[in-house]
DNA sequence: CTGTGTGCAAACCTTTTGCAGATGC
DNA sequence: GCATCTGCAAAAGGTTTGCACACAG
């Protein structure tokens, strides 16, 4: 089963219906795993072909998340971004250059330790570090 | 030396002023050492007194950033949050109840490995665990 | 055909900016 | 007195919502 497919299945199951605007915000997410797209991006990918309102592109990724196709992320800036969920939890190198995420594996959490210390219960935790990856790296040096 | 004297001195070594907005701002911040405020809450805790323009709170709180008096933080929903700075780097525990955090060390990071294997230049990085504070968990279970 | 989805426009919320008058120092 | 600072108002982003029409199943 494709891709394309899998994702019908689960939207047919919720009773939500594909659709060409639907169908081309998944491409452009599958086309693009390894960063992190804000609306505008996803706006830009699709230039050339028809535009998409931001509010259907909004209110898919939102359905998407839910549906946990997307997973979601908000940047430096405060602004969301998306890209395809994985099952395996993990963390990201995140290119502060060029955009592109790393993912990472996630060891056994130090801070459980502290956690349990302060009689925290942890429901999820968030781990970003941010720099600059090897391209970006060489580009800056070559300026 | 006091808190304000302090700040005073940082303020008057860049040409600042200390003035009534900036000397109440700074209170609420020094009174709630144990949350992350967002410029809502400080309107909220400065109600009863005359009110602050919210210009006025952004733009001093952003002079406080830049001169390391505060620390700012980017919650789930995209509003900045700040907090009182502190040398040590650390990381947070963060009550998704409450709003209340506890600073806990920054121990040898295990990403490092994954960082280098990836040609990956850290600049810097978030870590950020979300879950109940003792007292918010005591307070679900009552209910 | 029915209910979900879309585009458009307007609203919302946080944050930023321009400006004239107020005020530390 | 002069430069910094404030309040007000307007603007700027990103995001959400209401509504009438379009369209998938």
Redesign the interface.
């Known amino acids: 089963m494709t891709d394309h497919q899998k994702v019908y299945v689960m939207l047919r199951a919720k009773g939500l219906r594909m659709t060409s605007p639907k169908k081309r915000i998944l491409d452009v997410f599958l086309n693009n795993q390894d960063r992190m797209l804000s609306v505008a991006d996803i706006a830009a990918l699709l230039e050339g072909s028809a535009a998409i309102d931001n509010a259907t592109v909004y209110r898919n990724i939102q359905k998407f998340t839910e549906l946990g196709i997307l997973e979601s992320f ?1 940047d ?1 800036q ?3 971004r998306y890209t395809v969920f994985e099952q395996e939890h993990h ?1 990201y ?1 995140i ?2 250059g060029c955009g592109k995420i ?1 993912k ?2 996630c ?1 056994k959490c ?2 459980q330790t ?2 349990l210390k ?17 391209e970006c ?1 060489a580009m800056k040096a070559e300026i």
């Open positions: 908000n430096e405060g602004v969301n963390h190198l290119c502060t790393i990472i594996p060891v130090f801070w502290q956690a302060n009689d925290f219960q942890e429901t999820h935790h968030k781990l970003e570090v941010y720099g600059k990856c090897a790296a």
